[in-house]
């Protein structure tokens, strides 16, 4: 097809140049030009790199705009509805440590774990360690959907909280993974889904810190505490590695959480009610209750099944089981005591507080 004479005579005229715009050239009066980060032991970690103004985590920030810290501002920047501004709404001061502890620490549940030593075991220990996995992979597919939720929220001013928070994502996304495994390998399978307001109760959090305290504290500290105890109930190595590598994950995702209370209460506290408020919901889910639903013991029968060493033993399994509840439950009130809110000891639901030591 022909090319028309005004098109033509277009294509052949000189193109005309947009003059370039090197403003970005200029840096500006204050900036730290020449301020070299330089690798630690660990290497170049965040601590590092957070040196001069963009090392400083402001306490509150007018920057709605995805602009990183340290960058300069544009007038013209969109905003991001519905982000966080205040540090104390998301902060935790360790957030940096952990998530460099989590990339340096990652592993495969496919190469990691020696899958070749689980060996067949009775019927009633092997259902009881895949109602156990099945347990695990519920509570593990809401651990990691949850902060994920969060992301959009939180300023882009506290990145090292985005980035905790997506190692604790590929965190879960493993645990869901090897659990299911588990429960595949040996000839089991996934067994009873259980009752669910426990975890709805995490998902359903409508601010960051309530997330926090309701999923991170107590939630992720019970679950902690059934991997510590993964050394006794694990019926080979490969089971008994499992429960040790996520209990090192779970550690960092408890660890932000404690501190991150921490922060809330030292430096708004005020909002000492709001929180009990939260736990008193947590609280709430993490007993089970046999009467409602039968299945919501099911969970405790397979721990007293996999601690006794079979059915046959079960009531000494059970002694053992609440002897981990007691240990559990002292755990979290441990936790709370660093975070500020020692106070809880008082308030907490009586079927826990039953077991804490005087």
């Known amino acids: 097809m022909a090319i028309d004479v005004d098109t033509l005579e277009k294509l052949r005229a000189p193109m005309e140049v947009q003059p370039l715009d090197l403003s970005w050239l200029d840096l500006g009066e204050g900036h730290p030009w020449g301020l070299n980060a330089k690798p630690g032991k660990r290497g170049l970690t965040l601590d590092e790199i957070e040196i001069g103004p963009a090392g400083a985590v402001p306490e509150n920030t007018d920057n709605r705009s995805m602009r990183v810290r340290g960058s300069a501002s544009r007038p013209d920047a969109p905003r991001v509805p519905g982000s966080y501004v205040g540090r104390a709404d998301v902060y935790s001061e360790n957030s940096r440590l952990l998530y460099e502890e989590a990339v340096q620490r990652q592993w495969s549940s496919a190469t990691d774990i020696p899958w070749d030593e689980i060996k067949p075991l009775p019927d009633d220990i092997e259902r009881a360690m895949c109602q156990l996995c099945t347990f695990l992979t519920e509570v593990e597919f809401i651990a990691g ?131 009990h408020h939260y736990l008193d919901k947590v609280e709430a889910t993490l007993t089970p209750d046999p009467t409602a639903d039968p299945m919501s013991f099911a969970l405790f029968e397979a721990l007293a099944i996999l601690m006794g060493g079979g059915i046959k033993n079960i009531d000494s399994g059970m002694n053992l089981s609440m002897l981990m509840q007691k240990k559990r439950v002292n755990e979290y009130m441990h936790r709370l005591q660093v975070a500020g809110l020692g106070d809880r000891r008082e308030r907490m639901v009586p079927m826990l507080k039953q077991f804490l030591d005087n």
């Open 145 to 275: 959907d949850t902060p994920g939720q969060w992301l959009p929220k939180i300023n882009s001013e506290h990145h090292e909280v985005k980035l905790f928070l997506l190692t604790q994502i590929m965190d879960e996304a493993r645990h869901l993974d090897v659990f299911r495994k588990r429960a595949f390998a040996n000839g089991g399978g996934l067994l009873s889904s259980l009752p669910q307001e426990g975890l709805r109760v995490i998902i359903e959090a409508k601010d960051f810190t309530e997330m926090s305290a309701i999923m991170h504290v107590a939630a992720e500290g019970f679950v902690q505490s059934m991997f510590r105890m993964g050394e006794y109930i694990g019926q080979s190595d490969a089971e008994k590695r499992i429960f040790r590598l996520c209990g090192q994950d779970e550690s960092r995702h408890l660890g932000f959480g404690v501190m991150h209370l921490k922060y809330v209460m030292d430096n708004e506290p005020w909002r000492r009610e709001e929180i």
